[in-house]
């Protein structure tokens, strides 16, 4: 498979529940090894049995009696790096140079390995021939390039379920929104429904792959091959789905895919919009400078084809190699990351359905497929206040709010009894999560269902806070 890459001879010029002892004593504790029950060993890229590690593995943090293993729920925000991007980073850094701006050793070094990330990706969101793999700064950032890309009739059509990312970006004057589905099957009707009666010559749909409020994974394929009949084009948001699933292009039949780094234990400020080239190619540059000229003359400008007319400036080669040694390590290790989050998943949604006073949201139906992701509500409680009190209490890391989905969010709580939270927590699983954090998140969350916070809390302009906190806040600076 050959992929549109850079050209090399770009312009020169360069623009458990809470600890009894007392905190005092509890901080020392944080030099005593904590058991790993995440696994036995990291195997090497390649041996598939062992799960990659990532460095935040026997992270101590302090709770309001004490210091605990920090169970890592908020994965679908961002993730922790691995241990091999690290390991990664840390060589590259070694040589890191200029790309494609120079013919010393290090940076041709550099610059090959930015061309060789590019490969990466492009092997692990399964890119065609022709396809383009142009670097971004995150998701957001992929689907603001790709709306200033389309030819100036394109119809977009676009699930009110959506992120923020992808929901926001079209324009709003040709952009038809859906509401959020009840099933699998409605989606599709709905999608089929506003194609018939919004016909365009140029028309694009967006899809989620996983939904980043429910983790419920879309009928991406039936939904693409609707829009296909239809003349349509897809893009496929797949931050929630390319952690969890394998993203293929040419199997799901999409046009182009988006995702982020950060989410892919890769968090170095690094996206990726994949695909089709033809719109690409044909719109302007995203930013004009460096590197996305082809020659600069008192008559105009020549801009490049291909990823770069897209990539002015100086590229954030760290990122793109720190993206592609987490692609590497999640294709190597799929099984197992595929094994360990069935596993977890299953329990934290079997175990939150049992607690009393606890409500679990779904789009699709609670048996629908989804990542290992729950999002829920505990009666009585301000969602944040549950976050609030699941950290302080007992070292529990999770996101409420409405998760850069208020649209979703405020659909699933629609039918919910008045003076219900307007707000849901969102607990998701990811290599940073281990058995003994998901029967700490459920025992912690049956306690506060059926007790409430066991301590005081006040409310203020920054939230809510412990009354009284003796968790030292002022952490010293990395630098």
Known sequence: MSIATTDHHRDADPTAARRSA?????????????????????APLGETGALPAVVSERLLVPTL?????????????????????????????????????????ASRVTSSWYEQARAEVAAFVGAREGDEVVFTRNSTDSFNLLARCLPRDTSVF???????????????????????????????VLLRTALREHPSRNRLVVLAGASNVTGEVWPVA????????????????????????????????????VLSGHKLYAPFGTGVLAGRADWLDAAAPYLAGGGATKAVTDRGVVWQQGAARHEAGSPNVIGAIALAAACAALRA???????????????????????????????????????????????????????????????????DGKFCAHLCVDALLDDVDEGAPTTAVRAS???????????????????????????????????????????????????
């Open 22 to 42: 007392p905190l005092a004593h509890a901080r020392a504790q944080h030099l005593r090894p904590v058991p790993d029950v995440r696994r036995s060993g990291s």
């Open 65 to 105: 009696s004490g210091v605990v293993d920090y169970a890592n729920f908020d994965h679908a925000a961002s993730t922790p790096a691995l241990v091999s991007v690290k390991q990664a980073v840390d060589t590259a850094l070694r040589t890191y140079s200029s790309v494609h701006r120079g013919n010393g050793w």
């Open 158 to 188: 676009v699930f009110e379920s959506e992120h923020h990312a992808a929901l926001l970006p079209w324009s709003a004057r040709r952009t038809h929104r859906l509401p959020v589905p009840g099933s699998a099957a409605d989606a599709a």
């Open 222 to 257: 039936e939904l693409a091959r609707i829009a296909r009949r239809a003349g349509a084009r897809v893009v496929l948001d797949a931050a929630q789905y390319a952690p969890h699933r394998t993203v293929d292009l040419e199997a799901l039949d999409v046009d182009w895919v």
């Open 333 to 399: 290790h799929h099984d197992a990351v595929d094994a360990h989050e069935n596993a977890l998943g299953r329990r934290l949604l079997e175990g939150l359905a049992a607690i009393e006073g606890v409500q679990t949201y779904s789009i699709f139906g609670a048996d629908h497929e989804r990542v290992a992701v729950a999002t829920f509500t505990v009666d009585g409680l301000d969602s944040a206040l549950v976050s609030t009190a699941l950290s302080a209490e007992h070292g529990i890391g999770v996101r």
């Open 429 to 479: 699983i990811g290599l940073a999560t281990t058995a003994e954090h998901v029967e700490r998140l459920l025992s912690a969350v049956a306690e506060l269902a059926a007790n409430g916070p066991a301590a005081e809390y006040v409310h203020g302009p920054s939230g809510w806070a412990p009354a009284e906190d003796p968790r030292a806040l002022d952490v010293a600076r990395p630098w």
